[in-house]
């Protein structure tokens, strides 16, 4: 017979389990903060593991035109084709439609507006914020951090 103290030893094992899957969302790559510091540069960990913002006008990526796809550059994910890009004049990669797939998103309350944060699908690093002032067929803008992608060009 589950006695009541093994009960709730269970219990909390659980609820952490639960929010511990929630704060890494559902992530298929999971490391430990000391992990990705090793494999990431600081700006890349400080975008991709701490939501940081890198400052604009300052990704190579801005200016980036050849045909191909723009991955995760901590896991490879794809995220973004060439030809979903568009100069959205922010400074930031920008791009109106994610791969399928490819990113999730959640409500960020930093800065005291709700904006749409999203995260690479894979590793769950964070990528950037989606609004819904881009260009047709989705009216979507995905404004990426250029340090947190890397440019995988088309072989011809
Ligand atoms: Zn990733």
Known sequence: MINRRSFLTY???MLLSMVMTKAIYAATIVKTNEEWKKMLTPEQYDVLRE???ERPFTSPL???????????????NPLFASDTKF??????????????????TKSD?????????YHCSK????????????PQPTGLR???????LKFVPKES
């Open 51 to 53: 939501e940081g913002t």
């Open 142 to 148: 995905y404004c990426n951090n250029g340090v947190a």
């Open 62 to 76: 801005n200016k980036e035109k050849r045909s191909g796809t723009f991955v995760c550059v901590a896991c490879d």
């Open 109 to 117: 309350t930093k800065l005291f507006a709700v904006r749409t944060e």
């Open 11 to 13: 219990s909390s094992a």
């Open 123 to 134: 590793c769950g690093g964070h990528q950037g914020h989606v609004f819904d002032d881009g």
């Open 87 to 104: 100069d959205s004049g922010t400074g930031w990669p920008s791009f109106f439609q994610a791969m399928e797939g490819a990113v999730e």
